[in-house]
C-alpha cells in the first residue's frame, strides 16, 4: 500500500529565505505526482504536477523534482514571503487512469516577515 | 479562471440526518472526486465518478454515501444517515483528462465543512 510521507511537519522561516520541502513515498510505481498548496479553512490549489518520466517542474519561485527511483520529491521555494505561508500537500496518483491520489499529511510553512 | 465551486461552505447537521454536498465541477471536465480530510488528518479519497457511474471508492464509502450527478452541471455526496464521526471536510475535485496531466491537473473546491453533533 503507497505511504507519502512529508518533512518537516512544520517550518518556520525568515522572508526572503529559499527552502526546500520534502516528501517521500513508499512504491516507487507512481504515475504522476502533484504539489497543492492548502490555507487555512480553504480548499488545495494545485501547484505543481510532475509525470513520472519528468525529472522537474518550475512555475515561478517554485521548482518541483521528482525521483522516482528513490520515492522522493522536493519543492523548492526561492526568495519565500509572507504570502507563501500555507500548508504544502504532496500527493501521488499510483497508476494510470481514474486511480485515487495518496495523499501526505503536509508541511505547515511560516514565513515570517 | 474556471473553478470548482461547493456548496454550502459549512454545514451542521445532527447525528442521523440527511445531508447532501454539492458540487460544480469546472464545466469541461469529465472526471470528478470525492474527498475528505478530517481535522488534523490527511486528505482521504472516497469515490471517483466517470460517464455517470461510480469508478472506484474506498472502505470509508460505505452503503451511507452516494453519488450522483442529477443534471449537466451538479455533482452530489449524500450521506444518509450521518454519524459524529462523519465530520470533516468534504472535497470535490475534477480534471479534464482520465490521466491528470501537468496540462490537466485535479482541480478541488474549496470544500464543506460538515459538522454532526
Known amino acids: 500500500k503507497q505511504e507519502v510521507t512529508q518533512i518537516p511537519a512544520a517550518l518556520s522561516v525568515p522572508e526572503g529565505e529559499n527552502l526546500v520541502l520534502n516528501c517521500s513515498f513508499t512504491d516507487s510505481a507512481i504515475y504522476n505526482l502533484q504539489w497543492f498548496r492548502q490555507d487555512p479553512g480553504k480548499g488545495l490549489t494545485s501547484l505543481l504536477l510532475?509525470?513520472?518520466?519528468?525529472r522537474e517542474q518550475t512555475s515561478g519561485r517554485l521548482n518541483a523534482s521528482l525521483d522516482k527511483s528513490s520515492g522522493r520529491s522536493t519543492l523548492y521555494i526561492a526568495a519565500s514571503q509572507p504570502g507563501d505561508s500555507a500548508t504544502y500537500l504532496c500527493?501521488?496518483?499510483?497508476?494510470?487512469?481514474?486511480?485515487?491520489?495518496?495523499f501526505g499529511k503536509g508541511t505547515r510553512l511560516s514565513v515570517i516577515a | 479562471e474556471p473553478e470548482v465551486t461547493q456548496t454550502p461552505s459549512h454545514q451542521v447537521t445532527q447525528m442521523g440526518q440527511e445531508v447532501i454536498l454539492r458540487c460544480v465541477p469546472i464545466?469541461?471536465?469529465?472526471?470528478f472526486y470525492w474527498y475528505r480530510q478530517i481535522l488534523g488528518q490527511k486528505v482521504e479519497f472516497l469515490v471517483s465518478f466517470y460517464n455517470n457511474e461510480i469508478s472506484e471508492k474506498s472502505e470509508i464509502f460505505d452503503d451511507q454515501f452516494s453519488v450522483e450527478r442529477p443534471d449537466g452541471s451538479n455533482f452530489t455526496l449524500k450521506i444518509r444517515s450521518t454519524k459524529l464521526e462523519d465530520s470533516a471536510m468534504y472535497f470535490c475535485?475534477?480534471?479534464?483528462?482520465?490521466?491528470?496531466?501537468?496540462?490537466?491537473?485535479?482541480?478541488f473546491g474549496n470544500g464543506t465543512r460538515l459538522t454532526v453533533t
Open positions: 510532475i509525470q513520472s518520466s519528468q
Open positions: 464545466s469541461n471536465h469529465l472526471y
Open positions: 475535485a475534477s480534471t479534464r483528462l482520465r490521466d491528470s496531466s501537468y496540462n490537466s491537473p485535479l482541480h
Open positions: 500527493a501521488v496518483r499510483p497508476n494510470s487512469g481514474n486511480t485515487p491520489l495518496v
